[in-house]
C-alpha cells in the first residue's frame, strides 16, 4: 500500500503521451515544441528534486506527499481544459513537481515502511510502483481516448479518482517519525554522504541512459508512429508505451536474485541494443523494430534503476535516504530530459529519420560508458550476504 502513492502519481506523468497528436492537431506546435513541453515535466521534476527530498528527510514523508497529490490533481484539471500550449506547460511543470516527490519522499517512505530487513524488496517494490505507474498512463490514455468520448478529458478524471485514493493512502500511512532534522540548506543539489559516492555515480551511470531511451519513446514516440511509420492509432502509441514499462516492471522481478553488478551491467547492455533497433526502425519503416526499441529501452530503464535503488538502500543510511533517492533521479533525469528535446528541434530541421538517428548515436556512447564504468568498479559494487 506505501508503494500505491508511487504508482497513482506515475499515471499521470506519462498519461499525456499518446494525446499529443490531438493536442498538435488542435492547437497547433511543431515536434521541436512537443519535446519542450514534454520537457517542461522533467524541468519541474529536477526543481523538485532540489527540495523534497531533503524536506522528506526532516519533516516526513506525508509533508511532502500530500501537497504532491494535490499539485497532481491540479494539474489533471488543467491538461483537462487544455486549449494552448502554454497550458499543457503548466500541467507539465506541476505533473514533474509532483513526481519528483514521488521519486524521492514517496519511495523513501515504501522503504521505511518495509524496515531495516526487507531493504531489498523495498528497493524492488518503490521501482516497479514507478515504472508500473509510468506504463499505465499511457496505457489507459490510448484506450479511453480512442473508446469513451472527449479523448482528451477523460484519462484525467480517471486518474484524479486514483490520486484521491492514493491521498487516503498517506493519510494512514505508518511512516515513523523524521530521522534527520537539521544540518545545511533546505534548498540544495541533492547528494550522498561521501562513502556512498561511489554508488551514486554508479547507479547513475546505469538508470542515466536507461531512462533517457525511454523519455525518447515517450516523446516523440508518438510522432514516429505517425509521421515515419504512418501508424496514426492512439491504442498502439499508448500500448507501446506500456508494454514498455511493462516490461522495465517483469524484468526486475526476474533479476532480483542476480549480484547488482550483473544487474546494471545488463542495464547498460539493454540501452545499447534499443539504440540499434531504434535505428532500424526508422530508416526501415519498421513498427516491429520500433517496439523490439521501446521493449529494450523499457529493460535498460528497469535494470539500472533497481541496481542504482539497491546501491542507495544497502549503503545511505534512513536519514539521507530521500536526498540520495532524489540526487539519483538528478543524474537520470538530466540527460532524459535534455538529449530528447535536442532530437526534437534536430528532427524539426533535418528531418525525423537524421534527428533519431543522431539521438540513438549519442546515447549509445552514453550507455557503453556507463558499462564500463560499472566494469571497471567491480570491487566497489557491495553485495547482499
Not at 502513492?5 to 499529443?20: D, E, K, R
Not at 548515436?361 to 557503453?368: D, E, K, N
Request: charged share 10%; glycine share 10%; hydrophobic share 55%.
Amino acid at each position: 500500500m506505501a508503494a500505491w502513492p508511487v504508482t497513482a502519481i506515475f499515471v499521470l506523468s506519462n498519461a499525456a503521451t499518446p494525446l499529443y497528436v490531438l493536442w498538435q492537431r488542435d492547437i497547433g506546435f511543431s515536434k521541436g515544441m512537443l519535446t519542450v513541453i514534454f520537457a517542461c515535466y522533467i524541468v519541474g521534476l529536477l526543481g523538485s528534486l532540489l527540495v523534497s527530498g531533503v524536506v522528506s528527510d526532516r519533516l516526513g514523508r506525508k509533508r511532502v506527499l500530500l501537497p504532491a497529490l494535490a499539485l497532481a490533481l491540479m494539474a489533471c484539471g488543467i491538461f483537462a481544459t487544455a486549449s494552448s500550449v502554454a497550458a499543457l506547460v503548466v500541467a507539465r511543470l506541476l505533473t514533474g513537481i509532483a513526481v519528483g516527490a514521488a521519486v524521492s519522499a514517496g519511495m523513501a517512505a515504501v522503504t521505511d515502511v518495509a524496515g531495516q530487513r526487507r531493504k531489498r524488496l523495498a528497493a524492488l517494490l518503490a521501482s516497479c510502483a514507478m515504472v508500473l505507474g509510468a506504463g499505465l498512463g499511457p496505457f489507459l490514455s490510448g484506450v479511453l481516448s480512442e473508446t469513451l468520448p472527449a479523448p482528451t478529458v477523460t484519462v484525467f478524471l480517471v486518474e484524479a479518482v486514483l490520486l484521491a485514493t492514493a491521498a487516503l493512502v498517506v493519510v494512514r500511512m505508518p511512516v515513523p517519525r523524521p530521522a534527520a532534522t537539521g544540518g545545511g540548506a533546505w534548498i540544495r543539489v541533492p547528494g550522498v554522504p561521501r562513502e556512498s559516492r561511489t554508488q551514486l555515480v554508479l547507479g547513475i551511470a546505469a538508470f542515466g541512459p536507461g531512462i533517457t531511451a525511454t523519455s525518447f519513446v515517450l516523446s516523440l514516440g508518438p510522432s514516429l508512429l505517425s509521421g515515419a511509420l504512418h501508424t496514426t492509432s492512439r491504442v498502439v502509441a499508448g500500448g507501446m508505451a506500456f508494454v514498455m514499462f511493462l516490461v522495465a516492471t517483469g524484468v526486475q522481478f526476474a533479476v532480483q536474485r542476480l549480484r547488482r553488478r550483473t544487474v546494471l551491467m545488463a542495464g547498460a547492455v539493454s540501452t545499447a541494443l534499443s539504440t540499434a533497433a531504434l535505428v532500424v526502425a526508422v530508416h526501415a519503416s519498421s513498427v516491429p523494430a520500433l517496439t523490439a526499441s521501446a521493449v529494450l529501452a523499457g529493460a535498460g530503464q528497469g535494470l539500472g534503476q533497481l541496481g542504482g535503488l539497491s546501491l542507495l538502500n544497502s549503503a545511505v543510511p534512513p536519514r539521507r535516504l530521500a536526498e540520495a533517492i532524489a540526487a539519483l533521479n538528478v543524474g537520470g533525469y538530466l540527460p532524459a530530459g535534455s538529449l530528447p528535446v535536442a532530437a526534437g528541434y534536430l528532427s524539426d530541421a533535418t528531418g525525423l529519420t537524421t534527428g533519431a538517428t543522431v539521438f540513438a548515436a549519442v546515447l549509445a556512447a552514453l550507455a557503453v560508458a556507463g558499462g564500463l564504468v560499472v566494469a571497471a568498479a567491480r570491487r566497489r559494487i557491495p553485495e547482499p550476504a
